[in-house]
């Protein structure tokens, strides 16, 4: 109907695009801020912490404007697996590989472990870069 609207038909075509849009209300849900909790992983946590470890290491290569080749020879990895890296597949690496290749470059990691507020129901992990 609305295809391509011809100048006779347009107002007609946009009329009907917004009452659609005003008709159908989809209620919307705030996300936790961890999709993986919002997707129901039952390692949520975990897959949240391995993606901001991730991150981080993606933001310093694209500072740094090195190829995958050139990541590879730094991070001493072969270009495949800065490949999968890059595209955020992280089944292949540990916590303990992800900080590894963080501190190859440059970069120091600490670990923090604390008492979990009262108003929180168990422990969590958490990845915060500085």
């Not at 501190?103 to 500085?130: N, W």
């Amino acid at each position: 109907m609305c295809g391509v609207p011809s100048p006779s038909t347009r107002n007609r075509c946009i009329g009907a695009m917004a009452s659609r849009s005003t008709e159908r209300r989809v209620p919307v849900t705030r996300g936790t801020g961890n999709v993986f909790a919002d997707l129901g992983f039952p390692d949520a946590a975990e897959r949240q912490a391995k993606l901001r470890l991730a991150y981080a290491l993606n933001q310093v290569l694209e500072a740094r404007k090195l190829s995958q080749a050139d990541a590879a020879k730094v991070l001493g990895v072969t270009q495949p697996k800065v490949s999968a890296l890059r595209h955020y597949k992280l089944a292949g690496f540990s916590f303990e590989r992800l900080m590894k290749l963080l501190t190859a470059l440059d970069r120091d990691i600490e670990i923090v472990i604390r008492q979990k507020p009262g108003s929180r129901k168990a422990g969590r992990i958490s990845v915060v870069a500085a």
